[in-house]
């Protein structure tokens, strides 16, 4: 972990911010607009090797500034250990995308949008992946109720491409 | 349509969300040169229920039933990843017994997740007799689990810290009649399908996801391990008392569906032999953590009698109970593969945030590369080896 730190900190100094540990789990925050190049450099790197993602999480911190993170979640095969990446995103604020350094990132970045309206800069696909593509506001934020009235329609989504 | 790349003439076909081959509500809409598949696209999220969002509103023993009903073959998985994440924050550590105790369940759980995956794949591909085998052993261990929590399925069973009871009487043993009866029983399946000669030609070679394309998609579990890599939470990061267990992960070597079939087939073996391990050595002992009162319901019989266990039984259900400010990432494999909770807490008695990364969401998505450019015919048995539960992909 000390490599990584000192490795982080010798080719991105400018993109991490804070470099945490806490309950054997280590967490790196990051600048947002960096988090192509640290994931970049995290994946190819042949020490490192951060070839595996296994999640991206949302989280909305309501009456904080700023309002949202965005939290990685990635793995080294080869090391056999994990790492947390997080941004810190304003409210209408745009992340840029992993998905070119992992695949798997697609469907979570889609599903970040879908629940906080987070937008992915770059990502080959940026719709709703949960909810349908015609519905308004984003269920997973503080200030979206939990219980209501909505009535069920149809919706047309036939155009899959 | 016109191919925009080959400039031929395809046809697109949808497959799903009602078809009786794709184990819940997915729909593929796949475009078709022929008999073809030149692309494809999953559509998903026809069983959104917004289970992260209810938790948020539950206290932390409430979201127990919640998460059991995501990836509802499998409950143990759920119920043990998200209380050891609970635990983590509150900085737990649970008794002998009950690592034990949770590990035969969940070894349990996942041959019989295992076994529905069989039988409903045999079906699909035309061999019926195959269901009817498994959902037979099945029984014996949903009659196990009934036995223990009430429950065949979604059983809400563990709780923070541990369980609120303990293995009834007769459970143990029932459990040791069905270690000697399931070797024989996996052999059966053995000879109705491995060397099956339609079995093959129908799964050998078809669906192939190479190593390095499964780790780029973050696909995890038996899938990842048929492509030939031997990754297994269980043994790259041991959690509730696996290190004490001797286990072989069975690896595949060309990632296509009947390399899957044998991982899986392997599984169920190596599960079976943990089982036995864990009933040989079962520790006795207490079946929750002794010294955290704040958290642990006192016995029901005192509960009824004593006021003051009364109210302490009264403050627990209807306050619960606090968990330190944090968060934490805890990953477990589950039958489908990595299943991850993400925890945050503000010091409430309220999950923050719960993110849960399930399995089958991110296996999915390996699908339109593994479809891409086999026969039609051939498509549910990709979809079927990919052996996704829908409540776990859309929650």
């Known amino acids: 972990m000390n490599n990584l730190t000192e490795k982080l900190k010798e080719k991105c100094s400018d993109a991490v911010l804070e470099v945490k540990t806490c309950r054997n789990e280590t967490t790196v925050l990051v600048n947002p607009g960096d988090i192509v190049n640290v994931c970049r450099f995290l994946h190819d790197d042949e020490d490192l090797a951060y070839d595996y993602i296994s999640g991206i999480s949302g989280v909305d911190y309501l009456g904080k500034e700023p309002r949202f993170a965005v939290v990685y979640h990635v793995y080294s095969m080869k090391n056999k250990n994990r790492l947390t990446l997080k941004v810190l995103v304003p409210e209408n604020h745009s992340v840029p995308s992993v998905s070119s350094v992992w695949r798997g990132a697609n469907w979570f970045e889609r599903e970040v949008f879908d629940m906080y309206g987070i937008k992915f800069s770059g990502h080959p696909a940026m719709k709703r992946i949960l909810m349908p593509d015609d519905w308004t506001g984003y269920p997973l934020r503080k200030d979206y109720p939990l219980k209501g009235f909505i009535p069920a329609k149809w919706t047309k989504q036939d155009r899959p491409w | ?395």
């Open chain 2, 1 to 395: 349509m016109v191919n925009t790349e080959t400039e031929r003439d395809t046809m697109i076909l949808n497959v799903g969300p009602q078809h009786p081959s794709t184990h819940g509500v997915l729909r593929v809409v796949l475009e078709l040169d022929g008999e073809i598949v030149v692309n494809s696209n999953t559509v998903i999220g026809y069983l959104h229920t917004g289970m992260e969002k209810t938790i948020e509103s539950e206290r932390y023993v409430q979201a127990i039933t919640i998460v059991d009903r995501m990836d509802y073959l499998s409950c143990f998985f759920n119920e043990i990843g998200y209380i050891l994440a609970v635990e983590k924050l509150l900085g737990i550590e649970v008794p002998e017994r009950v690592k034990f105790m949770r590990i035969i369940l969940c070894e349990l759980q996942r041959i019989a997740s295992h076994l529905v995956w069989l039988g409903t794949h045999a079906l699909e591909l035309g061999a019926m007799s195959v269901m009817l085998y498994t959902f037979r052993e099945r029984e014996l261990i949903l009659e196990l689990f009934e036995m223990c929590s009430g429950y065949r399925m979604n059983s809400g069973y563990m709780r923070v810290g541990g369980f609120y009871l303990d293995f009834p009487d007769g459970f143990i043993d029932r459990l040791k009649n069905f270690i000697n009866v399931f070797p024989s029983k996996i052999n059966e399946y053995e000879t109705l399908l491995t060397k099956n000669i339609i079995w093959k030609e129908r799964t050998v070679g078809l669906g192939v996801l190479s190593a390095e394309d499964a780790i780029n998609f973050g696909v995890s579990g038996p899938l990842l391990r048929a492509s030939g890599v031997k990754w297994d939470i269980r043994t790259a990061h041991p959690y509730s008392g696996y290190e004490l267990f001797e286990f072989d992960v069975p690896v595949g070597t060309h990632g296509d569906v009947y390399d899957r079939y044998l991982v899986r087939m392997e599984e169920m073996r190596q599960s079976l032999r943990i089982i036995s391990q864990a009933v040989k050595n079962l520790p006795s002992g207490p079946v929750n953590v002794v010294d955290r009162p704040d958290i642990i319901l006192p016995p029901k019989r005192n509960a009824e009698l004593g006021m003051e266990e009364m109210i302490h039984h009264f403050k627990i259900v209807s306050a619960g109970f606090p968990v330190p400010e944090g968060e934490t990432y805890v990953a477990v494999e589950s039958a489908r593969g990595e299943l991850g909770f993400y925890l945050v807490s503000d010091g409430g008695n309220k999950p923050y945030r719960l993110k849960v990364r399930t399995p089958s969401f991110a296996n999915l998505q390996a699908l339109p590369l593994m479809l891409k450019g086999i026969m039609i015919s051939d498509v549910i048995a990709v979809i079927a080896s990919i052996d996704i539960v829908l409540g776990d992909v859309d929650r």
